[in-house]
């Protein structure tokens, strides 16, 4: 059962991915698709199934109906209607996790990265990253751009994010940037590259109630 915040979220989700819904074409779905293969892999928010259409051993997971009607579409086989807070699978049933620019979106941040980490012994993250001052712009520059912000939009700071970690048991191994805004987010004609400011964090954990295992030393 939904909470009122959660299913109204998922009210909108329906909307946008019934309306086109999102894709990230820097190359982002083959490099993590390509990572899990041969790990037992659950992809939390997957959204319209772009890693599973690449690699259809993922197993997705997302509340939105509509987007996993999407995902089928996109040839992705194992899908799952679920909360990221509520996952219907045993302790241990993965390898890995990954979630790709969702965290800020779910609307028990902690809860969902508890799940990720009672599921699954790894987890790969990408997480919108909250900029001071000019995280209060966010708004005005979608306005001016013409697009709308997500049903729920709480941004990391990389305190906060590993504070939450902290919470949910996740201990973080490989840490660093995913994506970057620079000037060409106001004009496109702007040269790349002269102001570039972090706008996702990326972050590796184990758990630890479910460490990868030790590798046995090779005989001497």
């Not at 051993?57 to 997302?62: E, L, T, Y």
Request: include cysteine; charge should be neutral; aromatic fraction near 8%.
């Amino acid at each position: 059962m939904l909470d009122d915040r959660t299913a109204r979220s998922r009210e909108l989700y329906d909307a946008m991915h019934g309306a086109g819904g999102f894709f990230v074409g820097d190359g982002t779905y083959e490099v993590v698709a390509e990572l899990t293969r041969g790990l037992r892999t659950l992809d939390v928010g997957c959204g319209e199934g772009w890693i599973e259409s690449i690699n259809p051993d993922v197993v997705g997971v997302d509340f939105s109906p509509v987007a996993l009607q999407r995902a089928r579409e996109n040839g992705a086989v194992h899908l799952v209607e679920a909360s990221a807070e509520d996952l219907p699978f045993e302790d241990n049933s993965f390898d890995l996790v990954c979630s790709l620019g969702c965290l800020e979106h779910f609307s028990n941040p902690v809860k969902a990265l508890s799940e990720m980490g009672r599921v699954s012994r790894m987890q790969l993250l990408t997480v919108h990253q909250h900029l001071p001052i000019i995280g209060h712009l966010r708004k005005p520059l979608l306005t001016l751009r013409g697009l709308k912000d997500q049903p729920i939009e709480e941004p990391f700071s990389r305190r906060r994010l590993r504070r939450s970690m902290h919470a949910a048991g996740l201990v973080p191994v490989f840490e660093g940037h995913w994506r970057y805004i620079d000037l060409r987010y106001l004009w496109s004609k702007l040269p790349y590259g002269v102001i570039r400011l972090p706008s996702h964090i990326f972050v590796m954990s184990v758990s630890r109630d479910h460490p990868p295992t030790r590798a046995a030393r090779p005989a001497s």
